[in-house]
């Protein structure tokens, strides 16, 4: 870029140095002797050896080369200085950034806010050169601090370095005339030579007269006086100053006030003869000074007009610049001038000057003196005279006595003993450090005239100094020698042992080595002689077995044989038997029939015999089976216990073997008693009549196994893997209860020792006002088969939770993560009527909270409880009290150092007197206080809804609450937050991938080898800070990972908080069970503390006090406090106005009110402020409805309107609130923390990208907003807009556009909808950063980029970029993501319509109306628009404009159009109907006026009025006479007869060369003014013209001074155009003359 010297010329508008005003005024304009190309080329390198980018040395080039051309800019007097040279103007607008009619505006009128409304008044041509010269200062001043400080950043070490500064002053300038500069530049010599003078001598003689030194004073030159002439009261600073702000005050009033007040001091001089002079007879001789235009240079010119262009420019390089700069009438800049003034430039040096010495106070300082050798400025010249004066005004002679009469050298008595000991080794030292000193140097000058000893120093001459040094050399060698030889003694003894080690070394391992080779001869030997003795006991043992083998087969044949014989003998007995039994049972047939016969008879008696013995042994019948059935439940309850015991140890155990035979004992004792409880089992079926059994034994009959096992399916199952660790547990015992015994289709049974996931879990997110029922009385737990079997797919892996998900959101129209509302953060007790007048301080809930917090059934929010019952539960659970979503989020950082305390510990806590102990952890962070179940260590924690494993299909269905935490690369999730339950454990370095999932809301998955877990958040904030984390510790090595820093607290993870402005007192208690206690008292509660020392205790209580006010009265702190009237909603359906009268309290953290102004009265509510409330301040309307000035304050959760009957009482109440709010530190969400990040790394590429990549909150989402990106006021906006347009809230706003940008999507003509959003982004300005975040956030990382969706975003961009700008550090955001798209999709549309917004960002202006369809549909196809204007004669011809056009620039195409270049007459656009006849400015939009006309098609004004048309025609008649009457130019003069379009009667006539004023019906002028004559023109009251000529001031009344304005600049224009075409004529004939005014 750098190599191309003809185009950066042509790009930075450069010429010759002789044609900048700036650079020629010395007359110097080149040296011989230097060379701009290699100076250049060095500047080149070294700015890159800085780090300086490109674009950065670009925009320094681009602001040089704007300065320089600046001073170029020239001016004359017509109606006020007027800009001639439109050259140089438009080339400095275009360097800087800046708008040529903005800038041209700022240089020749002064615009002040007077009484709300802006003022403009015309300036001199003298007050618009010092305007330009201030501009051009303060762009060149700024871009040298902004370079040192760049600089020092580069070369800056850590926070506690050490810095050498070099402060390189001014000399003495004494030339033929001395100004205001010289004046200044002495008065700084004058200082520094102050201190110098305090440093050399007065700090010289203190030290010995400190020490007792006799010395003799030297008389050396004090310039206090002169410095008191200077700065003191009534000094020259102080009447230069005074006399500056006087209105009249002149250089001459100034000279006599001088010379009046200090004509008699000895360091004034009064000349005698020279005028406008005045003398100081300065340390370095007399200077007179030349008073003319020290009033001027002292008035600062840099107006607060020209700062707020600066800071609109469209550069960010010069924003940035003056971003910081304050406003010369904000507080800060008051008050560094005096009585509440504007500072001037003295002043402010003054400051600055002082700033330095305090600087040089608190350092060491150098002083360096630069001699001029002769005043020529030649080599080898010495000039004595000059040399000896420079010498005696810079103080060097008298340094050089005091140097040469005192003692250089000084040293402590310790410090002298310690560093000559070795020289006194003959000398015999006492006791007295002093004595001893005072006995050496005797030996070395026994007249002490070389020495002197003081209280604690030794005073020495630079000789013996010298000669003590040489001596203790000497000393100092010998010694070294004497070291030397031991060390080189030392060093040959260890060298000889080292050898003498290897030496021994040597024999040992040859040693080793001959008896190992003879060891393994006698082993070799060995092993043979044992391998022939073995051979010869195997074969006998051989021999031995077989003999055995042998003898056992005659055995076995001869058992055999016994057994044949055997078997034959019972068969035979066998037979014989079978036939005696055959004759016995035919012989009892007969006799049976028999007895039939007679039992007939007896039948009856039998029947009853047997109804009395059933009765008698149905009764142990019945207590047999009640035994066997509580025989079973407690081998049930033994099986368990002995499973849980089991678990617990398996937990515990780290000795592989005892776990190993503990385990055994335990499955051997389970299967013991499982076959017990089966016998017992069976033996109790075998007593049953089975002909009436139950239903519930029929289910316990089917359980038995095959083998008369008891299955056990919920409790004997042991884990199978890290997954069914989760699922063992048995549900929560903090929210979830148990189901009771039921049973299935299948015989499925559930007890309470089922685990978790057989039990179906509610979702913590119900629907409001949901009745609270038992899970088990009317939701039956589902078999597996009622499920349908899980999808690989995302789109079935979450749908039990998204549907959830997505239902809640349309139920309770508020985000899924939103907790119940906390009462200690605003509340309200009077929001209704009928409330607040019964003193008490606990009053009903008002907003459906307690309702909420009884109404979700068996989800976790049953367990938080209301604040009344905070820590009564016996149980480990704590209160959930709902956080700020600003905590939530993150959004204020506080560890700088600067800004809120923060302190944590442990702490015991407790809420009531019957409620226990519980440890937690406290943290005061952000002003609130917060406690936890356990410490926050760690890198990310939080609640996550996991999806579950388990051993069945419905629980692997089911989605549980967890608590997670990530700790070094491991996550773990417990059960809850106490941390006690581990359910499992993720390697995250060791996972495949962290995956993002797109189609779910807030969900992603975590992928490893052996299965994925799906985890699903409970916000997109929430969902985007856990997958950032996890990818950076998925992709960090080992060495990144310790470099993390653990998450600070966050609130939402807090058990509970607590708004320090809510806490009414802290003091310790007096309990004697519990030292270290103390009490945090509420309205609402009592929080009882206790820290482990005293000091910790007292530290909390410092902490968590109440900051102090500006006033405190009877104990109360306040900033203001008084009776106002509050508002509450009527309780009966009236519009009548109903307000209570309450006593207000304003805090320095919130907004309190009271029933009463006494000590005692009873707190009814409080409003905690922080930098999102806003104030609506007095509405004149509802005080002519109501009587009342009324003030609106808005909360997060509540608004307070209040009224008073003054309008002070009003403003003072809204100025009041309005300073604590901006007081407080901005809250900061996470988009912007994000984009910070992506400003501050925008070089490189890969982090950016990381950072999109780890953020889903950056890219592209399809599921609805629940917040808003960036941090809006709370509060419903105006009441106009919500009256007329029905907006609410803009936090509503901001996501109805959201949901307005997804519906854009699925549209197909998108017109409607964009017009709609940038109408709303027109009338509430605070969304505009906020729709163009949500645009930039929807086409980043887009899944179908081409798509048309995609592309109607990209369209509804490129109609907000034409239409409003957003801030600047939004609009850095969105030149980046720019330039990012362009990159990544070159030569597609969307690099098409990136460039078109880039190309659109540079010219875009305010706009007054939303733009037309007719423009939006040329805007989303990035073409210009058509449209139609009329002439005289009813002719009429198209044009083609787009959004940028002005009228100015419509009226001169049409006029190249038309040929009428040369005409001299002035032409202008038109807004016609039949009855209006407009003209239009040439800097108004001619888009806008078409936005206009089609807001008005349709109207009844248009209607009655006719069809709006811009029309082209004559506005001014400068050259009437030379008009041809053959052209164009006169068909249009003599269609208007009228000149101007003024009436007849008035009495002021405008023409082209003058203004006259007349006599009414006079046709001869009274008087006649010259436009170069007249100073001032303009409008200081409505309907009021003022002209001012010379000195004399003329008023008009008139109600077109608005058309009278306009006509006069047109004419004044014309006459610059004029002389400006004769100048340059002139320039042209003669090329060294300059034109003046």
Known sequence: MWRKPSWRAEALCLSEPESYRYLHQSGCGSDENLNDTEIFNKVMAALKVMEFSTEEIWDIFKLLSGTLQLGNIEFMTAGGAQVTGKAALNSASELLGLDAFQLSEVLTQRSMFLRGEEISSP??????????????????????????????????????????GILDIFGFENFEINSFEQFNINYANEKLQEYFNKHIFSLEQL????????????????????????????????????????????????????????????????????????????????????????????????????????????????????????????????????????????????????????????????????????????????????????????????????????????????????????????????????????????????TRSQWQLGKNKVFLKEALEQNLEKDREEELSKAAIVIRAHVLGYMARKKYQKALVSIVTIQKNYRAHFWKKAFLRL?????????????????????????????????VEERRKQEEEEQIRREEEEKQWQEEEELRRKQEEEEEKKRQREQLDAILLMAQVEVLRTQEEEMPLQEEERRQMEEILRLEKEIEKLQQQQKADHMSITCENTKNEINRQREEEIQRLEKEASRVAQEFLELLDFGNLDESVQVLEHSLSGDGTFSMDCGLVAPLAEEEVDEVFHADDEGLLAPSLVSDQHGTRTTTNCSEEETPVTLPFLRRGEAEVDSTADHPVKSPEEHSAPSDTTECIYPSISETLRCNNVEMGEPIYSFPQDEESDYDHEDFDGFGDTGSTSAEPLNGEETLRHSHGTSIDSNRGSLDSFLDSEEEVDVYIDTDEEFCNGRVTIFNGSGPPYFHSYLYMKGGLMNPWKRRWCVLKNEAFMWFRTKQEALKSGWLYKKGGGMSTLSRRNWKRRWFVLRESKLMYFENDSEEKLKGTIDIRRAKEIVDIHEKENALDIVTEDRIYHIVAESPEDASGWFNVLSRVHSATAQQLREMQDEQANPKNAVGTLDVGLIDSVCASDSPDRPNSFVIITANRVIHCNSDTPEEMHHWISLLQKPKGEAKIDGQEFLVRGWLHKEVQSSTKTSSLKVKKRWFVLTNTALDYYKSSERTATKLGTLVLNSLCSVVQADERVFKETGYWNIIVHGRKHSYRLYTKLLNEAMRWASAIQGVIDSKIPIETPTQQLIRDIRENSMNLEVVEQTYRRNPILRYTQHPLHSPLLPLPYGDVSHNMQQEKGYSSLQDEALKIFNSLQEIETVSDPVPIIQGILQTCHDLKPLRDEVYCQLIKQTNHSPQPNSSGNLHHWQLMSCMSCTCLPSRGILRYLKFHLRRVRDLFSGTEIDSYAQFISDSLKKTKTREFVPSQEEILALITREEMTTTVYCHGGGSCKITINSHTSAGEVVEKLIRGLAMEDSRNMFALFERNQHVDRAVESRVIVADVLAKFERLAGSEEEDEEGQWQLYFKLYCFLDIENVPKEGVEFAFMFEQCKEGGFPNDLWLGISTENVSVYKRGDPKALETFQYEHIVFFGAPQPNTFKITVDEREMFFETSQVGEIIKIMKAYINMIVKKRCSVKSSASMDSPTSIWTS
Not at 134 to 155: D, E, R, T
Not at 424 to 436: E, F, I, R, Y
Not at 534 to 539: E, H, M, T, V
Request: glycine share 4%; charged share 30%; with cysteine.
């Open 207 to 446: 030290e010995y007269n400190r020490e007792g030194i006799s010395w003799e004073a030297i008389d050396w030159m004090d310039n206090a006086e002169c410095l008191d002439l200077i700065e003191k009261k009534l000094g020259l600073l102080a009447l230069v100053n005074e006399e500056s702000r006087f209105p009249k005050g002149t250089d001459n009033t100034l000279l006599e006030k001088l010379h009046s007040q200090h004509e008699s001091n000895h360091y004034y001089v009064k000349p005698r003869v020279t005028d406008h002079q005045f003398g100081i007879r300065h340390y370095a001789g007399q200077v007179l000074y030349n008073v003319r235009g020290f009033l001027e240079k002292n008035r600062d010119t840099f107006r607060d007009d020209i700062l707020n262009m600066l800071k609109d420019s469209r550069l960010d390089f010069i924003y940035d610049l003056f971003e910081r700069v304050p406003s010369r009438s904000s507080e800060e800049t008051l008050k560094m001038g005096t009585q509440r003034r504007r500072p001037t430039v003295s002043s402010q040096f003054r400051d600055s000057l002082h700033s330095l010495m305090a600087t040089l106070s608190t350092s060491n300082p150098f002083f360096i003196r630069c001699i001029k050798p002769n005043m020529e400025k030649a080599p080898n010249l010495f000039n004595p005279d000059v040399v000896l004066n420079q010498l005696r005004y810079s103080g060097m002679l008298e340094t050089v006595k005091v140097r040469r009469a005192g003692f250089p050298v000084r040293r402590l008595f310790q410090d002298f003993l310690s560093r000559y000991k070795m020289l006194m080794k003959d000398l015999s030292v006492p006791d007295n450090a002093k004595l001893t000193c005072a006995d050496f140097l005797q030996m070395y000058d026994s």
């Open 123 to 164: 300036l001199t041509v003298e007050q618009a050169i010092d305007s330009r010269d201030s501009l051009s200062m303060a762009l060149y001043s700024q871009c040298f601090s902004w370079l040192i400080g760049k600089i020092n950043m580069k070369i800056k070490g850590k926070e506690n370095f050490k810095s050498v």
């Open 523 to 555: 082993k070799a030997s060995a092993v043979v002689l044992q391998k022939h003795w073995r051979g010869q006991l195997a074969r006998s043992l051989y021999q031995q077995l077989l003999q055995q083998e042998q003898r056992r087969k005659q055995e």
